[in-house]
């Protein structure tokens, strides 16, 4: 069974920028579109940016649209969230997963530990 895992958040300034990864260990997700989830203290889970397969189609959510930037390594098997001018909203645990195109909901039931951005003014 593949597991995602993912890597790369901290604790930043309002302003600062972050870049975080996950890795498909036990398997791969190549073939899939993979995207970004988070999840806020208090919040349902919202999706943040999804990447196609081969890399070429990219989405994004609204309140990330020009900040973020998804990305993909098909031969590392490592999919990637660039994260700039992060705000204290931004605040949450990402989590990554294949995503069904169109709804941008997740795929897989099962989610990795995720990674805790913390977004400080």
């Known amino acids: 069974q593949v597991q995602l895992v993912e890597s790369g958040g901290g604790l930043v300034q309002a302003g600062g920028s972050l870049r975080l990864s996950c890795v498909a260990s036990g398997g791969t997700f190549s073939g899939y579109a993979m995207g970004w989830f988070r999840q806020a203290p208090g919040k349902e889970r919202e999706f943040v940016a999804v990447?196609?397969?081969?890399?070429?189609?990219?989405y994004y959510g609204d309140s990330v649209k020009g900040r973020f930037t998804i990305s993909r390594d098909i031969a590392k098997n490592t999919l990637y969230l660039q994260m700039n001018s992060l705000k204290p909203e931004d605040t949450a645990v990402y989590y990554c997963?294949?995503?069904?195109?169109?709804?941008?909901?997740?795929?897989?039931?099962?989610w990795g530990q995720g990674t805790q951005v913390t977004v400080y003014s």
């Open positions: 990447i196609g397969s081969l890399g070429g189609y990219t």
């Open positions: 997963n294949a995503v069904i195109l169109g709804n941008y909901i997740p795929q897989f039931d099962s």
